[in-house]
């Protein structure tokens, strides 16, 4: 099978990483094209631009980091619409919400392609060991030709229906993912404030319901001040910003998950945007502390 891949980032990189090691051809682009050419060591040809990717290939991934990337990486300049045409798959791995996935979508199929979303849950590691989760929603018969693909990237897919499920379920669990890190980082601190060992904390925790396998893998690297991005705390931000405008939609107010994103922003405001998004941590930590 070939495919086109768009996006060379943490995640972009291991998942078109993880095709070529199982055999199918594929050609990459990346905004900065110097990230193509470790790719390429490893057997991938390279595309110029979107258009000319999607020129190639019958499929084409993306995995672009926010909703402005994915809209001008389609509509753009030299983007996907300018080769689309009948029978060609899109394929927006990305996370990005339901509105732009339905604008994706709707110019896609209008020049007779066809269109899946599919973001992912599960991190760089997942994305290197082929064990995402996938949520897909769009075209079923789509979704069908790129089991094979899929069953590469990820552990286990859903097909969630209609357009904007996917989005919208994959908001939902990021949400649900920078609440619990917020309260935990919460607690880490205050374990640290009160003279209690946060080390303790963890191991307390791991023996009960609330030791999850984020807290316990984040945990000890936090304590570290280890903030190597696995996923960039920016992008939580826009996740829990994507997932707070999803509830204003359908009137639910979310007060812990609106408590998180102002800590995310805060975070974000100390220059840790570009860390792991358990930096949010530090700016915990921070507060009530002469800066
Ligand atoms: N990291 C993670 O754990 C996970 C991330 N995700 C989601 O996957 C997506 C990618 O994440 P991740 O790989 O971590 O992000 P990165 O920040 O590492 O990569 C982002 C990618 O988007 C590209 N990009 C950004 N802006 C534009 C633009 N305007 N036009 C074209 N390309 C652009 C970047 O290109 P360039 O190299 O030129 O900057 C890069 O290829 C995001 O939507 C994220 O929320 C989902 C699950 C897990
Ligand atoms: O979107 C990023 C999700 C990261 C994870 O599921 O661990």
Redesign the pocket.
């Known amino acids: 099978m070939e495919v086109g891949f768009l996006?060379?980032?943490?995640?972009?990189k291991a998942m078109a990483m993880n095709l070529l090691s199982n055999g199918f051809k594929v050609t990459v682009w990346?905004?900065?094209l110097s990230?193509c050419e470790e790719l390429v060591e490893h057997g991938a040809s390279v595309g110029e631009t979107p258009a000319a990717v999607v020129k190639k290939c019958k499929y084409t991934i993306a995995?672009?980091?926010?909703p402005?990337?994915a809209i001008?990486?389609v509509f753009g300049n030299d983007g996907v619409l300018e080769q689309m045409c009948d029978g060609k798959g899109y394929i927006d791995m990305?996370?990005?919400d339901a509105d732009t996935s339905s604008k994706i979508s709707k110019a896609i199929t209008e020049v007779g392609g066809r269109f899946l979303e599919a973001?992912?849950?599960?991190?760089?590691k997942p994305a290197e060991d082929g064990q995402l989760i996938i949520l897909a929603a769009g075209e079923k018969a789509l979704y069908e030709e790129m089991l094979t693909a899929f069953s590469v990237l990820g552990k286990k897919d859903f097909f969630l229906g209609e357009v904007g499920n996917g989005a919208k379920m994959k908001l939902i669990v990021n949400m649900i993912m920078g609440s619990t890190m917020n309260a935990f980082s919460e607690g880490l601190a205050l374990a640290g404030r009160t003279g209690l060992s946060p080390e303790t904390l963890i191991d307390v925790l791991g023996l009960g319901a609330v030791g999850n396998p984020m807290i316990m893998m984040k945990g000890p690297t936090m304590l570290k001040s280890n903030y190597s991005p696995?996923?960039?705390l920016k992008?939580q931000q826009?996740?829990m910003r994507l997932a707070l405008a999803l509830g204003e939609e359908n009137a639910l107010a979310m007060p812990v998950a609106a408590a998180a994103n102002e800590a995310f922003i805060r975070a974000k405001s100390l220059g840790l945007g570009d860390q792991d998004f358990s930096a949010v941590y530090e700016a915990v930590k921070a507060e009530g502390l002469k800066q």
């Open positions: 996006g060379l980032g943490i995640m972009g990346n905004r900065t990230k995995m672009l980091s926010d402005p990337a001008s990486v990305s996370t990005v973001p992912v849950s599960g991190s760089k696995a996923f960039p992008h826009k996740d």
